[in-house]
């Protein structure tokens, strides 16, 4: 891709005169599905639609390899999640409530409030805030548990005080994860489903006679559930469409490469989708993380992913100077962004565009997916240009309030009668006029 490379991972420079072009080819994301994966994603919710419980057991029984026959071998009580929860060793239960502590304690300085405030003439104005009913989860299943995802998700839903959280997690071949159980048990989730795919989706989108109906439904899942979640958006919120796992690190050339490579891994490993660039105006310490990159992938457990993931979708990259760098994050817009730098306060003024910055050398992005607090669930594919982590504001709506005094509603009238006959709509002007005091 440029003139140096690895089997590994790119290696690009930004004198190079075709590095905006090999840039955007690795950037280049396509999160919709093919017409095929949308045909049987639409057969599975009009399904659900149609027949409810029966559909989704029948779609689980297939899809996970179970052979359930009704909802209730679906359903698992508050009974069962506070038994994970007592059931795990004391390590796992201490660093789990400890992650879900910190992670209150963010969300908490989130919450807004309501406001009004009064005009002289007596007109009240303001905006009230209000929680959701009723909030969907999905935590993704199959190749790997996350506990953590259940803690990002539904904390934020319960400061925000949303009234009921229902959570579907699928359970390939009937295995439950007692540490995900046990993440919802500590959360606050109310009803908890194995079910997933498309199906859950649907089941949460539009009701069964099991499961109720969400208003909004958060989390990241495959390709079916990411498109499931795009088709019923509308009759239901959605929080976003994730795309793969990113990370973007950014070294002054003091931090110790096998640090670096290492950070790198921890987004490489998620699949092999995921996208892990490397930014530096230091030649030989681009070399050096090359070199521990190749030193260190070998020890890893999952080391065929995060080696496919760095091939397909990795880069090193060369700069000239800090301001270039600077300029390559906000082309980027990353879903996390390490900024292993001496003083990384220097630089946020000029970062725009980042889902979450990890500043200096010893804050590695793997803390902000367990524990330091923000929230882990943040806008992929260059959408950080335009979106926010996830938060207590994704489980509260917001109501205008405007209450007019006789004065407020007169004045306020005349200004209404003449931008509304300007508009030639009469009935908006004589609704106005009739309050307009002589």
Partial sequence: MSDKSTATIARLSTVDGAFHQHLDALLDWEGVSDKAVQARVEEILADVKRRGDSAVVEATNRFDRLSVESMEQLCLSPEQLKMAFDGLPAEQRNALSAAAERIKRYHERQKPSSWQYEEADGTVLGQKVTPLDRAGIYVPGGKAAYPSSVLMNAIPAHVAGVREIVMVVPTPDGVLNDLVLAAAHLAGVDYVFTIG???????????????????????????????????????????????????????????????????????????EDAQAIFVSWKADHLDAVEASIERLLPTLEREDIARASLQRRGAL??????????????????????????????????????????????????????????????????????????????????????????????????????????????????????????
């Avoid at 899942?221 to 958006?233: L, M, S």
């Avoid at 889902?355 to 923000?374: K, N, Q, V, W």
């Avoid at 005094?405 to 931008?419: F, T, Y």
Wanted: hydrophobic share 40%; charged share 20%.
């Fill in 197 to 271: 795919g498309a199906q859950a989706i649907a089941a949460l989108a539009y009701g069964t006679e099991s499961i109720p109906r969400v208003d909004k439904i958060v989390g990241p899942g495959n390709i079916y559930v990411a498109t499931a979640k795009r088709a019923v958006f509308g009759q239901v919120g959605i929080d976003m469409i994730a795309g793969p796992s990113e990370i973007m690190v950014v070294s002054d050339g003091q931090t110790d490469p096998d640090w670096l490579a290492m950070d790198l891994f921890s987004q490489a490993e998620h699949d």
């Fill in 317 to 438: 990259i060369l700069c000239q100077d800090q301001a270039e760098a600077i300029e390559l994050i906000n082309r980027i817009a990353p879903e996390h962004l390490e900024l292993s730098v001496e003083t990384p306060s220097d630089w946020l003024d000029d970062v725009r565009h980042a889902g979450a910055i990890f500043m200096g050398r010893h804050t590695s992005e793997a803390l902000g997916d367990y524990c330091a607090g923000p929230n882990h669930v943040l806008p992929t594919s260059g959408t950080a240009r335009f979106s926010s982590p996830l938060g207590v504001y994704d489980f509260q709506k917001r109501s205008s309030i405007i209450h007019c005094s006789p004065d407020g509603a007169s004045e306020l009238g005349k200004i209404a009668s003449v931008l509304a006959r300007g508009e030639s709509l009469t009935a908006h002007a004589r609704s106005a006029e009739y309050r307009i005091i002589d």
